[in-house]
């Protein structure tokens, strides 16, 4: 597999100007300082100065440098979604993501930057003091028009570019425009220098009103230029604007490019402010063309603004997007001129449009080939930031209807996108509005997939009760929906132990999917009919369903179906004895997850196949596949992908002959789930420990379940990745005093604490209370000289005759 990238740092749009002074300094800063925001007027350079910065620290960050854009979103709450996403965290259930993103850094060296905070400073601030008080070689660069106001920060105020005087005639200001012009397609001469001079010193060395001027400079010279623009200042100072005089230089070359343009495409310019970051034609083209604009001219009109540098877009002239300046000067000129409430609500007509022609050609529609499929996913997901847009002004404009509908039709925000709260927010939010004509069969299809979002949370109660409110409110002729509700039931019940009842809605919903044609729920309903049959030990039943499954799936085409229908016969396989065919089954699932994206499923399937190679003695596939998948959880920051691995790692150890290694993985194993909730103790692991108690014996399997259970994931991982062996403990000289200064029940809750009990657990043994047994750990600690109850647990399995 080729190395991951180690920065997402777009292509310069044109050559960087000037400031070597500046980067040479902020280069340096980075040794020590954590964090450093760069702060100026808008249009100052703050973005285009940080990206040059961060250039040219890729080299000094190895696990890399990633850059944030902040500018589209107005919540809060997405600073950490956004962040996420750049490092390719995934959310787990039942733990904050700001905690998930501080261990997938916290042994980091990296560099996030953080640009243009400004319009959500307070929460920027915080997530960027959480993340380096506990990350200590993260390193954070920020870009907004104030400071962030840490600690550990440092502010630098970004300068305006060199303006020229007569011993600098070429200073950096001068540079930029004629770079710009040239671009333009301006040769300018030496006897339009003086002009050119004039017109940096008007425009105060900005850069964005230097490149606006400069991109005017076929149609006008730079003297004339420089006449409007001094124009132009004296309007804004006659009007009594109070504004610094840099905002006000930059409100002048803003307001005259903006004077300057066809009425059209003013029009054209403040309706694409409604975007809530890039776009492309066909977007503009559905959302901005209303009277006075035409369709057919959106394209030489956003060409026009191109041309005119009042837009940017990449080499294609495929993707477009305002600088954050020009958007929220836009954004102003769309409310002065009354077009808001009717761009924002066409925008969200448009944005639910294309989401249901997106959902219905990736799920819905029969014989559609994979590639247009995934090209319907590719462009749902893209649309996910104006998604966002469009569900905030259906709750503020309160258009519940339209807000529910775009909910259910975007596979962006659903689970299979990887994001397993964002949809459950926006559904309970517009259920929580006044609903008045909404339709009970919109509400129930849209709970629908808020129980889908509920049950990838781990709410499984709350996800049955909503499935089942779906089903009972859900017109019979909603087909897809329904049968949707019935397989995910079939996987909270399972999931809940009840497998009787599972069948039943494995069975209703294959026969509506049968009756209907629909591929997608057919083979999603036999996968259920397979997993019950399976839970049930009916394994023929499984095999033959799961067949049937793969082969829908694959004349559907969606690789996420088969990839799970896949799967789902390799645990059919396993559970016969069957470990080749196991193998095969899930080696078979990852190509296709690959090509979807879905990281937390394919680290899934690769500990899979890495614990049945292990078992097939195949042990350099199983330790590429484990190391392989235990990089995924680590990278998305997933705890139960990790303790999925080290299990597989523990099957691996002990194939291997290490059954030391086997018993600190399967330790580490436990305790990370016990960490999020999950109970440890399984057969396999109860198998093992006899196996090892049989051997090794009692004293050194317990000594070691103790020290795997003080190990971390990583250090346990690499025991076994890395073939390392633990190195024998050097008995201490003071032991028997320590040994002595503990009180007979001391001793006797030390020796329970070698169990892995609880401290409920340890009271009832002994009747005591657990606030009684907590007093008594921390006289243990104290005594002697420990600060967790795993060291203890080791100190007492090493001693055995303390545990009586």
Not at 631 to 647: H, P
Request: charged share 25%.
């Amino acid at each position: 597999m080729p190395d991951s990238p180690r920065h997402n740092l777009p292509a310069e749009p044109n050559r960087f100007v000037g400031r070597e002074r500046d980067l040479d300094d902020l280069h340096d800063l980075f040794g020590e300082t954590r964090v450093v925001t760069l702060c100026g007027v808008g249009g100052i350079g703050k973005t285009r100065l940080a990206l040059q910065v961060a250039a040219r620290l890729v080299p000094a960050f190895p696990d890399g440098v990633w850059l944030v854009e902040l500018a589209r979103f107005g919540r809060p709450e997405l600073v950490e979604q956004e962040i996420a996403g750049v490092l390719g965290v995934r959310e787990e259930a039942g733990r904050p993501l700001l905690d998930t993103m501080t261990a997938r850094l916290r042994d980091q060296r990296c560099l996030l930057l953080l640009d243009n905070c400004e319009h959500l400073v307070d929460r920027c601030a915080e997530v960027a003091a959480a993340l380096v008080a506990a990350c200590p070689s993260l390193r954070v660069l920020a870009t907004s028009r104030e400071p962030l106001r840490i600690a550990s920060e440092l502010i630098w105020r970004v300068p305006p570019l060199d303006l020229p005087d007569p011993g600098t005639p070429d200073a950096e200001s001068v540079q930029l425009f004629m770079d710009r012009a040239a671009a333009a397609g301006t040769r300018l001469g030496p006897e339009s220098l003086p002009d050119v001079v004039r017109l940096c010193r008007a425009l105060d060395g900005l850069p964005l009103a230097l490149e606006l001027a400069a991109a005017r400079t076929s149609l006008l010279s730079p003297g004339q230029i420089a006449d409007r623009i001094d124009d132009r200042f004296s309007l804004l100072t006659t009007g009594g604007r109070t504004a610094p005089v840099r905002q006000r230089t930059l409100l002048a070359a803003v307001e005259w490019s903006y004077d300057l343009l066809s009425a059209k495409e003013q029009v054209l310019l403040r309706r694409l402010s409604v975007f809530a970051g890039d776009f492309d034609l066909d977007l503009a083209e559905q959302v901005c063309a209303e009277r006075p604009i035409g369709a057919s001219e959106i394209v030489d009109l956003l060409g026009g603004l191109v041309d005119k540098s009042l837009v940017l877009c990449d080499e294609s002239r495929r993707r477009y997007w305002l600088l954050e300046t020009i958007k929220r000067y836009s954004v102003e000129r769309l409310e002065q001129a009354g077009e808001r409430e009717v761009l924002r609500e066409r925008h969200l007509n448009v944005l639910c449009e294309l989401q249901e022609r997106h959902f219905n050609r990736e799920m819905v529609e029969p014989g559609v080939p994979w590639s247009r499929r995934l090209e319907a996913l590719t462009a749902s997901r893209a649309l996910v930031d104006d998604q966002r847009v469009a569900l905030e002004w259906a709750a503020e404009s309160g258009n519940v209807a339209l807000g529910l509908h775009l909910c259910r039709t975007s596979t962006g925000l659903l689970p299979i996108g990887g994001n397993l709260t964002e949809i459950v927010g926006w559904i309970e939010r517009l259920l929580s509005l006044d609903a008045t004509g909404v339709s009970g069969d919109e509400v129930a299809h849209v709970k629908a997939y808020l129980a889908y979002g509920l049950e990838a949370r781990d709410e499984l109660s709350r996800s049955l009760e909503v499935a089942e409110e779906s089903l009972a409110g859900m017109a019979p002729g909603n087909v897809f929906p329904r049968c949707v509700m019935h397989s995910l039931v079939v996987v909270v019940l399972l999931r809940m132990g009840r497998a009787d009842e599972a069948l039943h809605h494995a069975e209703e919903g294959l026969a509506a999917a049968v009756r209907s044609g629909d591929l997608w729920n057919q083979a999603a309903g036999l996968a259920g009919l397979s997993a019950v049959a399976l839970t049930r030990g009916r394994l023929r039943e499984a095999q033959r369903s799961g067949e049937e499954a793969l082969a829908r799936a694959s004349e559907h085409g969606h690789r996420w179906l088969m990839a799970r229908t896949a799967a789902q016969l390799g645990s059919v396989a396993e559970a016969r004895g069957d470990l080749v065919t196991a193998k095969a089954q899930y080696e078979r699932a990852v190509p296709w997850l690959r090509e979807l994206g879905g990281d937390l499923e394919l680290a899934r399937c690769l500990a899979r196949i890495g614990r049945v190679a292990a078992m097939l003695h195949e042990f350099g596939v199983a330790r590429e596949r484990l190391a392989a998948s235990l990089a995924l959880g680590r990278a998305t920051g997933q705890r139960q992908g990790v303790a999925r691995c080290l299990v597989g790692l523990s099957v691996l150890a002990e194939y291997e002959g290490d059954l030391e290694g086997a018993v600190l993985a399967a330790a580490a194993a436990a305790t990370l789930r016990e960490s999020i909730g999950q109970h440890s103790a399984t057969i396999r692991i109860e198998e093992l420990l006899g196996r090892a108690r049989t051997k090794l014996g009692d004293g050194r399997t317990t000594s070691l379940w103790s020290r795997g259970r003080a190990m971390s994931p990583d250090d346990a991982a690499r025991h076994v990745l890395e073939g390392e062996r633990l190195a024998p403990r050097t008995p201490v000289a003071a032991e028997p005093v320590r040994h002595t200064l503990l009180t007979a029940r001391e001793l006797e809750i030390a020796g329970l604490l070698t169990r892995g009990l609880s401290n409920r657990a340890i009271a009832e043994e002994l009747v005591i209370s657990p606030a009684t047994v907590a007093r008594h750990i921390a006289n243990i600690m104290e005594k002697l000289g420990y600060t967790s109850r795993a060291q203890i647990a080791v100190w007492a399995a090493e001693h055995p005759g303390t545990s009586g």
